[in-house]
């Protein structure tokens, strides 16, 4: 067992322990309620179910979820607004918004309940994070439609810390106010954060001396080992994964534990299966593919096996932690990240992990992918240290080269590396897009 | 080989510009060049007058905002890839280009660049070497 | 006094909202001891008790509050960060801020119990205001340590309506949210409700896809006249409440059905109103500096709390609605000289200190305040220093930026820089008037 991971007094986190087979059980009662909700008021799904020739009372096991029909994000558009919504409009007590595939955002209502049942995830994510009501919380995440910032605003609100709703950008007062306040722990992006350590090492501040910094709650983008390696080193203090989307509710429907060894599902709220994107059927535990939530007790806007697009695994064994509920991987892809280059799939996470292995080199990068003539181009601006810059022409060809070969190893095509001066390239205050695709034009 | 160039600060405001012709014009001192970079806020103009010290102090005197550089002017031959090669030259020396403008005395006359470097000297030596025309401060001002 | 409601009179807390003027009375001497109490547990009351003699618990009637302290913002600013924060920190839920007269900003703090009754509070205008359990409300604050976000929504949870966290900015979207969504109510300062309403009335936007019903404004004064364009520009009804985070944030007045000003939440709040030079109270009824103490904070105990906001507490009778609570006109104007742009509280010495921080300026500067469309906007004129003229695009921009970065830092506020020639600006002996409000706003 590592770092105080058991908190398994704490009854927050009863439902972490409970043993499977009361999972199971807890999890078979939710799964009928919601698959009869879902049928009585979802027409779609109604629909879907009728064409599938799958009547509710025919799910008798957790396993026979695989007969129940999939949602997509597309669903959610083509039902804008309101269409999934599985109570009347006065049940509603809440809306979030994703952003669409189109110029519509999609739209989520929420009952009181489901607003219970997101925050509880949060909870659990952040005493699973070691947090307490003696923390200091500052929200760096937007706040608004987006479910980052009042998710882990009430989050830490329920669990009892001073919560500090920064929101995001003004990155100099963030800084200001994280000494100032002696501000414990931070939620935000992790590209976010790593534009704050960049802005507050550019004055000077050093993190372990100056701020009582020791948590950093990251999430909305995937991002890698590699980086929280670096967040952690610069900084001193503990990176944590906080992964959720809004179409099943928002931050909190799992969370690394302190032995950051993949993500814990709050699996009595979100039930995970893993499919293959290509036939649809379930894979076994341990096998790579497209992650699949159904919410079991979330009534205003229930999803019955939401497609969400990620790529992970479910980890077989049992965390060292001693939690039951089971893990998947850390999501450092998703299918929409896909990028086909000359049929070689590559995930900008490769690219982000082939990056972070060599000396020098900045967590800042951008790539580009083109097209001449038929062949794919791809291309990897990436900032490196100043003093690398003022090398000779000869060790910079050096380190150029030694970051190729360090990408190739792993995605197994040529890539093209330039290097460029720190802060050089954009940054962002909420959510980073790392790609440039100009094929799509 | 340098020659030097007055730049003043631009309000965003009607009349300034005329203000600094006005001054110069009444103290007898003609102008050269003026170039003008401008953003929505502030502008900047750039002048060679002949007598720059008596020119600043003049401006100085009406209470305009002066700042002297030394800069460098070549002449670009009248072939295509003539800009070309002067800024290949001082590119291959790792001097940087600050900013740059052109004039002319006279129609058909070869076109007089005015070029801000970040390391003057380095760049007048790489310009020599390849045979470029620059032109001191006598030669400019005797057109 | 208007003897006709605009809407059906309703209540969020009947019993207390109505309580008869005795029993409210005595509440209130009971909570203002308790407040004393709690504040002197803080070496800043310790120190002024001591100074002027008075003991804690010689409270004896509501007049006593006068040989309390006044608390003023600048003492926040003394006592930076949390110098007012009586409970540990383990008691403290949240932190909102507002702006301060330097840099800093002016936090205040709230016990889990403070956000609690703050919700309570925000649910009381908003229900005398036409809130309804069934309504769904477009939230279009910003969110984040401002006051106001976040108390209208903790409001409007506990009323039980449904709500759309749009926060601020990008009106496009706004207006497709409230067709989408068709919210009855929208929160949002006075001012981006015209900005709105101009996109709406211009954009060739079918008013039948719309279906407000209800505005709640706050963040900013406004003023009767624009209460009725945006009511007759866009058929709604537009409601006024009254708050400031140094005291808890909004939720300290509000209007009922019947608009005869903003009903006092008097459980909750001592009013007093004073001359500004004399301090002494003014004559009933008659207008001056309206000084707040709070009776029920835990996490922040401030008493009898300076706002500089202009105002009447009236004294013409009861309010036809039922409430016994004394009311309030709208805010007249400010004793210092704070603005307001955009909802966010601006003070000319936070970007003066701002600039001071920049090395290329002089320290002669005018600011401006004007409103070029619906929204306003602030120039600052600085002069610049001659010796830092550069000659040089990307370091004048360079500069420019520092400029923008070091006010946006201070204030939350974007604002217009433009630099001038020394010695262009006018020159002040004496107090110096740098800002000109070109607004001409009348209240």
């Given at each position: 067992m590592?770092?105080?991971c058991n908190d398994?007094?704490?009854?927050?986190s009863?439902?972490d322990y409970v043993?499977?087979?009361?999972?199971?059980?807890?999890?078979l009662t939710?799964l009928?309620?919601?698959?009869?909700?879902?049928?009585d008021n979802v027409p779609?799904t109604r629909?879907?179910?009728?064409?599938?020739?799958?009547?509710?009372?025919?799910?008798?096991?957790?396993e026979?979820?695989r007969?129940?029909?999939?949602?997509?994000?597309?669903d959610?558009?083509?039902?804008?607004p309101?269409g999934?919504f599985?109570?009347?409009?006065?049940?509603?007590v809440?809306?979030h918004?994703s952003s669409?595939t189109t110029?519509?955002?999609i739209v989520?209502?929420?009952?009181r309940?489901d607003?219970?049942?997101?925050?509880d995830?949060?909870v659990?994510s952040?005493?699973m994070?070691g947090i307490t009501n003696?923390?200091i919380?500052?929200?760096?995440?937007?706040?608004g439609?987006f479910?980052?910032?009042?998710?882990?605003h009430?989050?830490?609100?329920?669990?009892?810390?001073?919560?500090?709703?920064?929101?995001?950008?003004n990155?100099?007062?963030?800084?200001?106010?994280m000494?100032d306040?002696?501000?414990t722990a931070?939620a935000?992006?992790?590209?976010?954060?790593?534009h704050?350590?960049?802005?507050?090492?550019?004055?000077?501040v050093d993190f372990r001396?100056?701020?009582k910094l020791r948590h950093?709650?990251f999430g909305?983008?995937?991002?890698?080992?590699?980086?929280?390696?670096?967040?952690?080193?610069?900084?001193?203090?503990?990176a944590?994964?906080i992964y959720?989307?809004?179409?099943?509710?928002?931050p909190?429907v799992?969370?690394?534990c302190?032995?950051?060894s993949?993500l814990h599902?709050?699996?009595d709220?979100?039930y995970?299966?893993?499919?293959n994107p290509?036939t649809?059927e379930?894979?076994?535990?341990?096998?790579?593919?497209?992650?699949?939530?159904?919410?079991?007790?979330r009534f205003g806007?229930?999803?019955?096996r939401y497609?969400?697009?990620?790529?992970?695994?479910i980890?077989?064994d049992r965390?060292d932690c001693?939690r039951t509920?089971?893990?998947i991987?850390r999501?450092?892809?998703?299918t929409?990240d896909?990028?086909?280059i000359?049929?070689?799939?590559?995930?900008p996470?490769?690219?982000e992990?082939?990056?972070?292995t060599?000396?020098?080199?900045?967590p800042h990068?951008?790539?580009y992918?083109?097209?001449e003539g038929?062949?794919?181009?791809i291309e990897v601006k990436?900032?490196?240290t100043?003093?690398a810059?003022g090398?000779?022409?000869?060790s910079l060809e050096?380190?150029?080269?030694?970051?190729a070969?360090a990408i190739?190893?792993?995605?197994?095509?040529s890539?093209k590396?330039?290097?460029?001066?720190p802060?050089?390239?954009?940054?962002s205050?909420?959510k980073m897009n790392?790609?440039?695709?100009?094929?799509?034009k | 080989m340098?020659?030097?160039?007055?730049?003043?600060?631009?309000e965003?405001?009607?009349?300034?510009?005329?203000?600094?012709?006005?001054?110069?014009?009444?103290?007898g001192?003609n102008i050269?060049t003026?170039?003008?970079a401008?953003?929505?806020?502030f502008?900047i103009?750039?002048?060679?007058?002949e007598?720059?010290?008596r020119?600043r102090?003049?401006l100085?005197?009406?209470?305009?905002?002066?700042?002297?550089?030394d800069?460098?002017?070549?002449?670009?031959?009248d072939?295509p890839?003539?800009m070309?090669?002067?800024l290949?030259?001082v590119?291959?020396?790792?001097?940087?280009i600050e900013?740059?403008?052109?004039?002319?005395?006279r129609?058909?006359?070869?076109?007089?660049l005015?070029?801000r470097f970040?390391?003057?000297?380095?760049a007048?030596?790489?310009l020599?070497?390849?045979?470029?025309?620059i032109?001191?401060a006598?030669t400019?001002?005797?057109? | 006094?208007?003897?006709?409601p605009?809407?059906e009179?309703?209540?969020w807390?009947?019993?207390?909202e109505?309580m008869?003027?005795?029993q409210l009375?005595s509440?209130?001497?009971?909570r203002?001891?308790e407040?004393?109490?709690?504040?002197?547990?803080?070496p800043?009351?310790?120190?002024?008790f001591?100074?002027s003699?008075?003991s804690?618990?010689?409270?004896?009637?509501?007049d006593?509050i006068r040989?309390?302290?006044f608390t003023?913002?600048a003492?926040?600013r003394?006592?930076?960060?949390?110098?007012f924060v009586?409970v540990?920190r383990?008691?403290?839920?949240?932190?909102?801020g507002?702006?301060?007269?330097?840099?800093?900003?002016?936090?205040?703090?709230?016990?889990r119990g403070?956000v609690d009754?703050?919700a309570d509070l925000?649910a009381?205008f908003l229900?005398?205001g036409?809130l309804?359990?069934?309504h769904t409300?477009?939230?279009?604050?910003g969110?984040g340590?401002?006051?106001?976000g976040?108390g209208l929504?903790?409001g409007?949870q506990?009323?039980?309506a449904a709500i759309?966290?749009?926060?601020s900015g990008?009106?496009?979207?706004?207006i497709?949210t409230?067709?989408?969504?068709?919210?009855?109510?929208l929160?949002?300062?006075?001012?981006?409700a015209?900005?709105?309403?101009?996109?709406?009335?211009?954009?060739?936007?079918?008013r039948?896809?719309?279906?407000?019903e209800h505005?709640?404004?706050?963040?900013?004064?406004w003023t009767?006249?624009?209460?009725?364009?945006i009511e007759?520009?866009?058929?709604?009804?537009?409601?006024?409440?009254?708050?400031m985070a140094?005291?808890?944030?909004p939720?300290?007045?509000g209007?009922?059905?019947?608009?005869n000003?903003?009903?006092?939440?008097?459980?909750?709040?001592?009013?007093?109103?004073?001359?500004?030079d004399?301090l002494e109270?003014?004559?009933p009824?008659?207008?001056g500096?309206?000084?707040v103490?709070?009776?029920?904070r835990?996490?922040?105990?401030?008493?009898r709390?300076?706002?500089?906001?202009?105002?009447?507490v009236?004294?013409d009778?009861?309010?036809?609605?039922?409430r016994?609570?004394?009311?309030?006109?709208?805010?007249?104007g400010?004793?210092d000289?704070m603005l307001?742009?955009r909802g966010v509280?601006?003070?000319p010495?936070q970007?003066?200190?701002?600039?001071m921080?920049?090395?290329?300026?002089?320290?002669h500067?005018?600011?401006?305040?004007?409103?070029?469309?619906?929204?306003?906007?602030?120039?600052?004129?600085?002069?610049m220093e001659?010796?830092?003229?550069?000659d040089?695009m990307r370091?004048?921009?360079?500069?420019?930026?520092n400029?923008d970065?070091?006010?946006?830092?201070a204030?939350?506020?974007?604002?217009?820089?433009?630099l001038v020639s020394?010695?262009?600006?006018e020159?002040?002996e004496?107090k110096?008037k740098?800002?000109?409000?070109?607004?001409n706003?009348k209240?």
């Open positions: 590592c770092r105080e398994k007094e704490n009854p927050l009863r439902a043993s499977v087979d009361e999972m199971r059980n807890i999890q939710k009928k309620k919601i698959v009869r909700h879902c049928y779609l629909l879907r179910m009728d064409e599938k020739g799958v009547k509710p009372e025919d799910i008798k096991t957790l026979d979820m007969f129940l029909p999939f949602m997509k994000k597309t959610l558009r083509d039902e804008y309101k999934l599985g109570v009347p409009m006065r049940d509603i809440r809306f918004c669409g110029g519509k955002p989520v209502g929420s009952t309940g607003l219970d049942v997101w925050i995830g949060v659990r952040l005493v994070d003696e923390d919380l500052q929200v760096s995440y937007g706040y439609l479910t980052g910032g009042l998710g882990l009430y989050g830490g609100e329920a669990l009892g810390c001073a919560v500090v709703p920064t929101s995001g950008g990155t100099d007062r963030q800084i200001m106010l000494r306040l002696g501000v931070i935000c992006t992790p590209s976010y954060f790593i704050i350590m960049d802005e507050a090492l550019k004055k000077g001396k100056e701020t950093g709650i909305a983008e995937p991002w890698t080992d590699e980086i929280r390696a670096k967040i952690e080193s610069v900084t001193g203090i503990e944590h994964d959720g989307l809004t179409e099943v509710s928002g909190g799992a969370s690394s302190r032995c950051h993949g599902v709050f699996e709220h979100f995970p299966e893993i499919i290509d649809l379930p894979v076994p535990d341990g096998t790579w593919g497209e992650l699949v939530f159904t919410t079991l007790d806007t229930p999803m019955l497609r969400t697009r990620d790529i992970t695994r980890i077989p965390c001693g509920i089971r893990r991987d999501i450092s892809a998703r929409d896909m990028l086909i000359r049929g070689v799939n590559v995930f996470s490769q690219i992990a082939g990056l972070m060599v000396d020098k080199v900045l990068y951008h790539i992918v083109d097209r038929d062949l794919d181009t990436v900032e490196v100043a003093d810059l090398d000779q022409i000869k050096l380190l150029r080269r030694t970051i070969e190739k190893k792993i995605i197994n095509i890539i590396v330039t290097l460029v001066e802060h050089s390239l954009p940054r205050e909420g790392r790609v440039t695709d100009n094929r799509k | 340098k020659i030097k160039q007055i730049s003043l600060f631009l965003n405001k009607p009349g300034h510009l005329n203000a600094i012709c006005r001054t110069l014009a009444k103290a001192i050269v003026l170039s003008l401008d953003t929505q806020q502008g103009v750039r002048l060679i007058v007598d720059w010290e020119g102090d003049e100085e005197k009406a209470g305009h905002v002066v700042n002297v550089r800069v460098v002017a070549a002449t670009v031959n072939v890839g003539g070309a090669d002067l290949d030259a590119g291959a020396v790792g001097v940087n900013y740059m403008y052109a004039f002319s005395f129609t058909n006359d070869k076109a007089i005015v070029f970040d390391d003057a000297d380095k007048i030596e790489a020599k070497r390849i045979g470029a025309d032109l001191d006598s400019l001002f005797s057109h | 006094m208007n003897t006709v605009v809407i009179n309703r209540f807390q009947h019993d207390a109505c008869p003027r005795p009375e509440l209130q001497l009971q203002l001891r407040a004393v109490a709690r504040a002197s547990a803080l800043f009351y310790q120190k002024k001591k100074e003699g008075f804690p618990d010689s409270i004896k009637t509501l006593d040989r309390l302290p003023l913002k003492d926040f003394d006592n930076y960060p949390l110098g009586a540990p383990s008691e403290v839920s949240r932190f909102q507002t702006s301060g007269t330097t840099g800093k900003p002016t936090w205040t703090a709230y016990t403070d009754r703050w925000c009381r229900v005398s036409g309804r359990p069934e409300v477009q939230i279009s604050f969110f340590l401002f006051t106001g976040f929504h903790n409007i506990r009323v039980g759309i966290p749009i926060s990008n009106s496009a979207r706004q497709m409230m067709q989408d969504l068709r919210p009855e109510v929160i949002c300062t006075p001012s981006y015209l900005k709105l309403m101009d996109d709406i009335l211009s954009g060739n936007i079918d039948a896809s719309i279906a407000l505005a709640h404004f706050g963040g900013e004064p009767e006249s624009m209460r009725e364009r007759s520009g866009l058929g709604i009804r537009c409601w006024n409440n009254y708050g140094e005291c808890g944030g939720g300290i007045a209007e009922c059905a019947y608009r000003g903003m009903h006092i939440q008097e459980d909750h709040y001592i009013f007093e109103v004073i001359d500004p004399t109270p003014v004559k009824g008659e207008k500096e309206i000084v103490t709070p009776l029920t835990e996490a922040m105990p401030v008493l709390y300076r706002t500089r906001d202009i105002g009447i009236y004294d009778g009861e309010c036809p609605c039922g016994t609570t004394r009311r309030m006109s709208r805010i007249m400010r004793t000289d307001i742009i509280n601006v003070f010495s970007i003066e200190s701002a600039l921080q920049c090395k290329a300026v002089s320290p500067y005018m600011i401006e305040v004007s409103r070029p469309k619906a929204l306003d906007e602030i120039t600052v004129h600085i002069e001659p010796s830092f003229f550069s040089s370091e004048m921009q360079q500069i420019r930026e400029i970065r070091a006010i946006y830092g204030t939350g506020l974007h604002m217009v820089i433009n020394p010695n262009t600006l020159r002040f004496g110096s740098r800002v000109k409000d070109l607004r706003l209240f």
